[in-house]
């Protein structure tokens, strides 16, 4: 018990873990009671990570920054509006089209699961299949009703996507073109003693700089190669079915696992359990298998070093905290965590003083 008391008394006279702890707790509380509200925020601070990466790689060529910031927003600009004109309307078309082919999709599964009590008498009974089939025919329904209600309130907020959609691209410009200025603006309110807290935050702002930036190479390769195979093996919906196999990746194992079920759905109601149903789930797992054993190692050998039970752990602790969002930014909040943990141990060491007066470095 003495040990414990030592240990806090340490952490408590040591003014950078004080300020440290501060700045995480005060972070903490404005994401869990604001986090829906700087939403844009948040996305723009991603997209802004994005594009920095751009930006300096530009300007080591010998491209002035100005030139490089304006180069690279403008390429944004024009792939959001290709998006949102051109790309956007043909999922929205393709996912109504998949939606109207729910029912046949059940009475195949129907079929196929009537013919299972003939074919295993001893294992299935139809009582059994009649109770799964009204279990998945109730939940076809939920989803449905869901759908429909959430389309109903994205009619309401269309004003608020619309703000989104300018307000966002505004933020982003702003944050790439005066980085250094906000940076330096935000440390203005640090302490000066603050070597632990620069510590922390180096290491973050590279980890979460890689990883953003790794996610959406990661993102593009997985949606455009799933896309090319199913055109290829002629399979319905490949547009749709490629895009959510890329957005996949943003929640590693469960992602994956997750749209295995649309793709076998539509392989299903397209073809039946034939040859042409089981080329295209191979080629699903072939595709995921190369991405999580080739292509994510590769963009994160230097970026997240998380374990996978601490990757689950926290897309299931912070989904649970912070809904879709916690979801989608589960490993860069470990990530800080990680951060954290690694340098508080050296914080319980007695430290000199720095003397010198000058605020210590923040990365830019």
Same mark, same amino acid.
């Given at each position: 018990?003495?040990?414990?008391?030592?240990w806090?008394?340490r952490?408590i006279?040591?003014?950078?873990?004080v300020?440290?702890?501060?700045?995480?707790?005060?972070?903490a509380?404005?994401?869990?009671?604001?986090?829906?509200?700087?939403?844009?925020?948040?996305?723009?601070?991603?997209i802004?990570?994005l594009?920095?990466?751009?930006? &300096?790689?530009?300007?080591r060529?010998?491209i002035?920054?100005?030139?490089?910031?304006?180069?690279?927003?403008?390429?944004?600009?024009?792939?959001?509006?290709?998006?949102?004109?051109?790309?956007?309307?043909?999922?929205?078309?393709q996912?109504?089209?998949?939606?109207?082919?729910?029912?046949?999709?059940?009475?195949?599964?129907? &079929?196929?699961?009537?013919?299972?009590?003939?074919?295993?008498?001893?294992?299935?009974?139809?009582?059994?299949?009649?109770?799964?089939? %009204?279990?998945?025919?109730?939940?076809?329904?939920?989803?449905?009703?869901?759908?429909?209600?959430y389309?109903f309130? %994205?009619?309401?907020?269309?004003?608020?996507?619309?703000?989104y959609?300018?307000?966002?691209?505004?933020?982003?410009?702003?944050?790439?073109?005066?980085?250094?200025?906000?940076?330096?603006?935000?440390?203005?309110f640090?302490?000066?003693?603050?070597?632990?807290?620069?510590?922390?935050?180096?290491?973050?702002?590279?980890?979460?700089?890689n990883?953003?930036?790794?996610?959406?190479i &990661?993102?593009?390769?997985?949606?455009?190669?799933?896309?090319?195979?199913?055109?290829?093996?002629?399979?319905?919906?490949?547009?749709?079915?490629?895009?959510?196999?890329?957005?996949s990746v943003?929640?590693?194992y469960?992602?994956a696992?997750?749209?295995?079920?649309? =793709?076998?759905?539509?392989?299903?109601a397209?073809?039946?359990?034939?040859?042409?149903?089981?080329g =295209?789930?191979?080629a699903?797992?072939?595709?995921?298998?190369?991405?999580?054993?080739?292509?994510?190692?590769?963009?994160? %050998?230097?970026a997240?070093?998380?374990h996978?039970?601490?990757?689950?752990?926290?897309?299931?602790?912070?989904?649970?905290?912070?809904?879709?969002?916690?979801?989608?930014?589960?490993?860069?909040?470990?990530?800080?965590?990680?951060?954290?943990?690694?340098?508080?141990?050296?914080?319980?060491?007695?430290?000199?003083?720095?003397?010198?007066?000058?605020?210590?470095q923040?990365?830019?």
């Amino acid at each position: 018990m003495e040990r414990v008391k030592s240990w806090f008394r340490r952490q408590i006279e040591n003014p950078q873990v004080v300020s440290l702890l501060l700045i995480v707790i005060f972070i903490a509380s404005v994401f869990y009671f604001a986090g829906n509200s700087l939403a844009p925020a948040i996305a723009a601070i991603v997209i802004a990570y994005l594009l920095d990466g751009l930006v &300096e790689r530009l300007r080591r060529m010998g491209i002035p920054r100005v030139l490089s910031t304006h180069a690279v927003y403008l390429v944004f600009v024009a792939t959001l509006l290709l998006g949102v004109f051109r790309l956007m309307p043909m999922l929205f078309r393709q996912f109504s089209q998949l939606a109207q082919q729910v029912p046949s999709i059940l009475a195949k599964a129907k &079929e196929l699961l009537m013919a299972l009590p003939a074919r295993y008498p001893a294992t299935v009974t139809e009582d059994t299949v009649s109770q799964i089939m %009204s279990g998945l025919t109730a939940e076809f329904g939920r989803l449905g009703q869901t759908l429909v209600s959430y389309s109903f309130s %994205s009619v309401l907020s269309l004003f608020a996507v619309v703000v989104y959609l300018i307000l966002v691209p505004l933020l982003v410009y702003f944050m790439v073109k005066d980085k250094v200025r906000i940076i330096e603006w935000f440390a203005g309110f640090l302490p000066e003693d603050r070597q632990l807290t620069s510590t922390v935050w180096t290491e973050v702002n590279k980890q979460i700089g890689n990883y953003v930036r790794g996610k959406f190479i &990661e993102i593009l390769v997985v949606g455009s190669v799933t896309f090319v195979v199913f055109k290829v093996l002629g399979l319905q919906y490949a547009l749709l079915l490629g895009a959510l196999t890329g957005l996949s990746v943003l929640i590693p194992y469960v992602g994956a696992a997750a749209i295995t079920v649309p =793709v076998a759905l539509v392989a299903f109601a397209q073809w039946g359990i034939q040859g042409d149903f089981y080329g =295209v789930v191979v080629a699903y797992l072939i595709i995921q298998a190369l991405d999580g054993n080739l292509l994510a190692p590769l963009l994160f %050998s230097e970026a997240v070093n998380l374990h996978p039970v601490a990757i689950i752990v926290a897309i299931l602790f912070f989904g649970g905290v912070w809904g879709l969002w916690g979801v989608f930014f589960a490993i860069p909040l470990a990530t800080v965590i990680q951060a954290v943990l690694q340098a508080w141990p050296a914080s319980g060491a007695a430290q000199p003083p720095d003397l010198s007066g000058e605020p210590a470095q923040v990365a830019e």
